[in-house]
């Protein structure tokens, strides 16, 4: 098991920048993926970013160059660094952590954080 706690969201104007924090209730080196994940109002849920215990990342094609990836793992917080930010980023942002298990994989989300990108 793992709670999730997302901060950081909030209005910025386009072309700023805003920093989305997620920490875990466990340390973050027994969690196999990170992840950041957005929805859109009227769209499904899409992965933004995401990190591996090994120090693999990835990126959405929409946020490559804009948007950083990073984990602390001695305060077992996960960072996306937004930069850049354009009003098609305006979504609730989830923070997502995988576990697998010999069973399979276990999936946890946080409440989510509402970044809105406006002028």
């Known amino acids: 098991q793992v709670q999730l706690v997302e901060s950081g969201g909030g209005l910025v104007q386009p072309g700023e920048s805003l920093t989305l924090s997620c920490v875990a209730s466990r340390s973050i080196f027994t969690i196999n993926v990170m992840g950041w994940y957005r929805q859109a109002p009227g769209k499904q849920r899409e992965l933004v970013a995401a990190?591996?215990?090994?120090?693999?990342?990835n990126y959405a094609d929409s946020v490559k160059g804009r948007f950083t990836i990073s984990r602390d793992n001695v305060k077992n917080t996960v960072y996306l660094q937004m930069n850049s930010l354009k009003p098609e980023d305006t979504a609730v942002y989830y923070c997502?952590?995988?576990?697998?298990?010999?069973?399979?994989?276990?999936?946890?989300w946080g409440q989510g954080t509402q970044v809105t990108v406006s002028s």
């Open positions: 990190s591996t215990s090994g120090g693999s990342t």
């Open positions: 997502n952590a995988k576990i697998f298990g010999v069973l399979g994989q276990y999936d946890y």
